[in-house]
Structure formats: structure tokens, C-alpha cells
């Protein structure tokens, strides 16, 4: 049996190395590096540890800004991409024909280079001298005023911005949802239709608490993906996202790092901590919540 265990520990070794290296380290780096006040990067040195850097993070306004992003995204996209995933992949599992098609279709946009459908949707909602954009001209046929959605009013470019992500994400919630709706056992919803159960009441009684789990994995990633984001900001509003006001805590963190204002890793390792934290007290209350509603 020991012979057994550690055999089984040396197979694990490789991944505790890959962690340890690429994980655990990075992240004890930047833990240090957030308290270690007037860090300079050419020389290495510092001229002391506090919470400096924390205190200037927390009352930077761009950083304020991309935090507010960043939670408006996470609010907005997270619950809406999930419920319009289930409704399309309840909405599959029902259709016999031509299945493998819309399949195939709606999974088109998650293999599509970030950044070209950034352009597209640019090009879409963006007024220039030319013309006011697709969109708006639909609006407008429609009796609307014309609206600049990409350097325009705060709501509109949030609302773009949020449009984008969750047509990038839906993708692939709603493969992992098909998926799952397929594995339910048929008999339960033989035996109910069997009793006459409503077709709602089959739907919250017995399709959701058994694809449950891919449901709150997909919520656990959707959190996590959205408090990431950054690229797609950066599609629809190029790279001066502060000047935008469409910055993320992800963008904050790269500028503080790489940017015009860059070459202040200290702040920006608090950022990250920041990140970090907010991230972390949502998944253990996403776990709380899931052990009364997930049923495995």
C-alpha cells in the first residue's frame, strides 16, 4: 500500500512543479511586491514596506473606474449569458433535424479571433464622417435618433461593450448546456409524463436540478472570465481605455505594468491582490450558495 501511495505521489510531482512554479511563486511574488513602497524596476530596490500602495489604489480614480466596469460587466453579462445559453439549449435538445447545424453555428463565434469580431462590432455601432454605422441605421428606420455607441454617452458604450461579451461567451455555455441536457436520464421524464406533470414543472423539477452542477460551473467561470476582461475593450475602444473610461481591473493592472503610466509594479501587484481577493470572496459565496441549490 505505501509502495502503491507513493507511486501515486511521484505521478502528481510534475503538476505540483508546474503549480508551484507557475502559480504559487508568481503569486507569492506579487503578494511581496505589493508592499514594497517606491519600487524601482531599473535598480530592484524599494525604500520600504507598508500598505502605500493599497492606499493609492483605492484612491486612484481609474482605478474606481475600472472597478465599477469591471462589476457592471460581471453584473450584467454573467447572469444574462447563462440564462440566454439555457433557453437556446433547451431550444436545440427539442429540435431533431438540422441539430448538428445550429450546433455548429452557435459555436461559431467562440472559436473567432477576439479582436476581428472587436472590429466588426466597431464597425457596427461606430459613427464616423461616412456613415453613422449598421445600427444605426436601423434605429433610424425605426423613427430612433442616432446614437455613438463607441466614443459617445458612458451607457452606450457599456452597453456595447456588455453585448460583446455575451455573444463571445454564449458560445460555449451553450455546448457545455446541450451537453448536459443530453445526459439526463430519459426515464424521469418518461415517468412524468406518464403522471400529466406540465411541461414547467418537468423543466424545475427535474431538467434543472439534474444539469445543476454544469450550470454552476458555468457561473464559477463566467465570474471569473468576466473579472478578466480586458482584450475585448480593447477591441471596441482601442488601447487608451482610461481616456474611454471603459478600463477593467485587468486593463488597470497592464497599464500600470506596460502602459503610458507604466513602470510601477508595486501598484500594480496591488491591483492584482485587489483582484485577487474580490474574486476569490465571490467564488466561496458562489460555493455557500451551491450547496443548497446544486444537486449532484
Same mark, same amino acid.
Given at each position: ?10 505521478? +502528481? ?41 493599497? /492606499? ?20 450584467? &453579462? ?35 479571433? &477576439?479582436?476581428?469580431?472587436? +472590429? ?11 456613415? #453613422? ?11 430612433? /435618433?442616432?446614437? #455613438?455607441?463607441? #466614443? ?102 497592464? #497599464? ?9 509594479? /508595486? ?15 465571490? &467564488? ?13
Amino acid at each position: 500500500m505505501e509502495n502503491k501511495n507513493a507511486k501515486g505521489w511521484l505521478y +502528481l510531482l510534475p503538476a505540483f512543479l508546474f503549480l508551484g512554479v507557475f502559480m504559487i511563486y508568481p503569486l507569492i511574488d506579487v503578494f511581496v511586491y505589493s508592499f514594497e513602497e517606491g519600487y524601482n524596476s531599473a535598480s530592484q530596490t524599494f525604500s520600504g514596506t507598508g500598505l502605500y500602495n493599497y /492606499s493609492y489604489v483605492l484612491h486612484d480614480p481609474y482605478f474606481l473606474q475600472a472597478v465599477q466596469n469591471t462589476l457592471i460587466l460581471v453584473a450584467i &453579462t454573467v447572469p444574462l449569458s447563462t440564462g440566454l445559453a439555457l433557453l437556446i439549449s433547451v431550444a436545440l435538445s427539442s429540435i431533431k433535424p438540422l441539430r448538428d447545424l445550429f450546433q455548429t453555428v452557435y459555436f461559431l463565434p467562440y472559436v473567432t479571433n &477576439t479582436l476581428a469580431v472587436g +472590429l466588426v462590432f466597431m464597425i457596427l455601432f461606430k459613427k464616423t464622417a461616412y456613415s #453613422d454605422g449598421l445600427v444605426n441605421l436601423l434605429l433610424q428606420c425605426f423613427g430612433g /435618433s442616432s446614437i #455613438d455607441f463607441i #466614443d459617445g454617452p458612458y451607457w452606450a458604450k457599456m452597453f456595447v461593450l456588455c453585448f460583446y461579451t455575451v455573444w463571445v461567451v454564449m458560445p460555449f455555455k451553450i455546448l457545455i448546456l446541450t451537453s448536459a441536457l443530453a445526459s439526463v436520464n430519459q426515464v424521469y421524464y418518461n415517468a412524468a409524463r406518464v403522471d400529466g406533470t406540465p411541461r414547467w414543472r418537468i423543466f424545475t423539477k427535474i431538467t434543472l436540478p439534474m444539469i445543476s452542477p454544469m450550470i454552476f460551473y458555468l457561473v464559477i467561470t463566467g465570474f471569473i472570465g468576466a473579472f478578466k476582461a480586458y482584450s475585448d475593450a480593447v477591441a471596441l475602444f482601442g488601447t487608451d481605455l482610461n481616456a474611454a473610461e471603459m478600463n477593467t481591473i485587468v486593463g488597470y493592472v497592464y #497599464d500600470m505594468l506596460y502602459g503610458n503610466s507604466g513602470g510601477y509594479p /508595486s501598484y500594480a501587484s496591488a491591483a492584482a491582490i485587489l483582484l485577487f481577493a474580490i474574486v476569490l470572496t465571490i &467564488t466561496c459565496i458562489n460555493l455557500l450558495v451551491s450547496r443548497k441549490h446544486v444537486h449532484y
